[in-house]
Nanobody
Framework: VQVAESGGGSVQAGDSLRLSCAPS????????VGWYRQAPGTQRELVAD?????VTTYADSVKGRFTISRDSATVYLQMYNLKTEDTAVYYC?????????WGQGTQVTVSS
């Protein structure tokens, strides 16, 4: 299983971006698919997750600004009102039971 992220870039604070995560098999084959991020010198943290039943989870820091959604092939992370503290490498993780599949990451840089 391969996982590919896309959609990162450099934006100004207050701008929007949409990230895409496209595994090599159907999204519905996974128990959950989530977005994580890691800023320099910090641990990787959960940003948002969606499970096979469509239940979503968000980090408190992004609630009300980020939305995770999916179709059969792709999981999206729509990010609104970006802040400088959202700057990080964003990773997609797809999980089947205990097996995890990570993408290579996509850089998001937010400047003031």
């Amino acid at each position: 299983v391969q996982v590919a992220e896309s959609g990162g870039g450099s934006v100004q604070a207050g701008d929007s971006l949409r990230l895409s995560c496209a595994p090599s098999i159907s999204i519905f084959e996974f128990n959950s698919v989530g977005w994580y991020r890691q800023a320099p010198g910090t641990q990787r943290e959960l940003v948002a997750d969606i499970n096979v039943g469509g239940v979503t989870t968000y980090a408190d820091s992004v609630k009300g600004r980020f939305t995770i959604s999916r179709d059969s092939a792709t999981v999206y992370l729509q990010m609104y009102n970006l802040k400088t503290e959202d700057t990080a490498v964003y990773y997609c993780k797809a999980r089947i039971l205990r097996r995890e599949y990570w993408g290579q990451g996509t850089q998001v840089t937010v400047s003031s």
